[in-house]
């Protein structure tokens, strides 16, 4: 009955009380700060964490909606909060891809990396099985072991997730001609030359459905680097993700939904 119950908040959130005011924490985010451990132990509860990832679950529900573009401040925890994001939808959904991209690969991997120690640290009951590989060096894999087939042995089907979550190489055809679920693109606002963002977002983006259908969100943030180095091609984005300005198909130009958070409320 408690197993259920976590499941239960994990779908639908909590409301609880703070100073005798209700407050409502999306069943991410809750997932996170009440089950993860990160290198310090539990996280604390920060309210302007959870008005963005309230934020994030209207992009997530809003089907003209490919995700959220968010400008960052440092040390707000955001790309913390995208690792939770994979973990959450990850371990509970079947038959997935979800990515990972940073301003370098080997940023993209220490996310990874990230992502795979707090995985481990999960309360048993919301570990799916895995491929039996405990140390992924690129993808993690929520399927049943491999194992030889011994003689006359029939090999049952078992039920298993199918899902994986992979980081990838800072490239401009990185995760293109996948079916994405969920992507974090990191530091967006600092690709190299060579993968311009306004021009990696709308090759990524079409990864993110199937014909005219929206499948996949996409969770893309960064601090912003000056306009000659990466900057400018993410403020193009940016000015094509206005919420109040959209097109004929009542989608933002770029299909991302905006939003900015000044460093007082950090």
Known sequence: DFISEQFKKRDEGVWLYLNGKPVYLPGTYWFFIQWVKIEEGYPTLRLIQNELMIFWEACKADNRCYGMQYVKNRRFGATMLGIFELLE?????????LGIVSKKGK??????????????????F?????????????ELIF???????????TIKEEEALETEIVWHNTEINAMDGDKIFRSILDESAKY???VPFDEYW?????????G???????FVISTVNDLDKGGREYKTVWNQ??????????????????????AKYG
């Open 89 to 97: 939808s990850g371990t509970i959904t079947s038959n997935k891809l």
């Open 107 to 124: 940023d993209a991997k220490k996310i990874f990396n990230r992502l795979v120690r707090a995985f481990k640290r999960m309360p048993p």
């Open 126 to 138: 919301f570990i799916p099985e895995t491929d039996g590989n405990t140390t992924p060096k690129t």
């Open 143 to 153: 399927a049943k072991p491999s194992r030889k087939r011994k003689k006359g042995e």
């Open 192 to 194: 190299p030359k060579e």
């Open 202 to 210: 709308y090759i990524v983006k079409t990864s993110h459905r199937v």
């Open 212 to 218: 005219r259908r929206i499948t996949g969100k996409s």
């Open 241 to 262: 993700s206005d919420l109040s300005k959209r097109t004929e198909n009542n989608q933002t130009k770029s299909g991302l939904y905006r939003i900015f958070i000044p």
